[in-house]
């Protein structure tokens, strides 16, 4: 199985605090691995890294095929086909539900001259993300008028949009009433079914069992552990990080 991502020894310092320390991991392609730890250990930190949002102090990564990496900036992140969702929502929250949509397949398939030729296919493609999420029926409101449930469920459908091969997706559970718990969930399933690879940071246990193929487990920067969900869970070590017993 071929490895799409990895780092080495990948470092950052945050005022002395190292909130990702020497990591080095490997994700392989087309799997879901999930990335778990108590809060503060550099989860978030880590997908910032690998999606450019800082720069790294030292270490390096190949990601999607790409030669070894000392640096990586966000604007590179997209010809390497990586997406990903963040855990305060993003939205352009003056913006409609739709054009939220559509300025993300604007900026990324085409130059601006070519805007009027693309209209029609991007409205459409706009239409497929969006009825997936169920949020066609309210394309014309502002974002900002939207309930957080929906705000996350329009956050996954602009990363559905990029069409990318990784998606980072930073606990895009989290407060989510369980009918989109299980709507996400089966995105998530068919993101896998589709060869993509899918990086998940999330807090219940019963997700991560039911959706990862492997697992990662973070402590203060470092890792902790990393194997199959099931073994990975019932490790003592984990355990007592984890749950703080
Ligand atoms: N932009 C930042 N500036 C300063 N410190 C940060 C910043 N981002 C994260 N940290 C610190 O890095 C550590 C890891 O945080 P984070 O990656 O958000 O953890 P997690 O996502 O696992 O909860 C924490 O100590 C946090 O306070
Ligand atoms: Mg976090």
Redesign the pocket.
Known sequence: MSTVLKTKKITKN??G?K?VDSLSIEIKKGKITGII?P????????INLLTGMFPFDAGSIFVNGSKELFKINSYDIRIFRVTRTF?NIRLFEQMTVLDNILVVLTKRNISGSLFEKYKQFHYEQAKVVLEKVGLWGKKNELAINLSYGQRKLLEMARVLATKSDIYFLDEPFAGLFPEMVKLISEIIKELRQQGKTVIL?EHDMSLIRELCDYVFV?ES?HLLAEGKANEVLENKEVVEAYLGE
């Open positions: 945050f005022d605090v909130a730890g809060n503060g250990s550099g989860k978030t930190t880590l855990q940071i973070m920067g």
